[in-house]
C-alpha cells in the first residue's frame, strides 16, 4: 500500500524474491507508454520524450521507474495502471517523500 503522504513511488526491477525482472528494458518501456501523461496535456511530439512523472532510471545498478504522485492526481487510471503493473509483476516498490531542506532554515 502506498502511503498519502509518498512524493514519488520507485518502482525497482528486482521481484520481491530477489530475481531480475526481465525485459532487461522493462523501465524504458513503461515510462514510454507513460509519455503522454504530462503537465498540460499531451502535445505533438510528446510521445518522443519520458514525461516528468515517470521517469525510467538505474538506482545502484538496478533499472527503476520513479513515479510522481502528481500522476496520481492528474489521471488516477493512469497512476493506477503502473502501480498494478508493479504489483502483477511482483517487483518491489519503496516510497520517497521530500524533506525539507536544512539550509533553507
Known sequence: MISPNAKEVFIRGITRDGRVFRPSDWAE????VMSSF???GAHP??????????VPTVIEGVKAVVVNRALRDYEPMAW???INFAKDNDLQVAEACLLP?????
Open 29 to 32: 518501456r513503461l515510462a514510454g
Open 38 to 40: 504530462r503537465p498540460g
Open 45 to 54: 511530439g510528446s510521445h518522443l520524450s519520458y514525461s516528468p512523472w515517470c
Open 80 to 82: 493506477d495502471f503502473v
Open 101 to 105: 531542506d536544512e539550509r533553507a532554515r
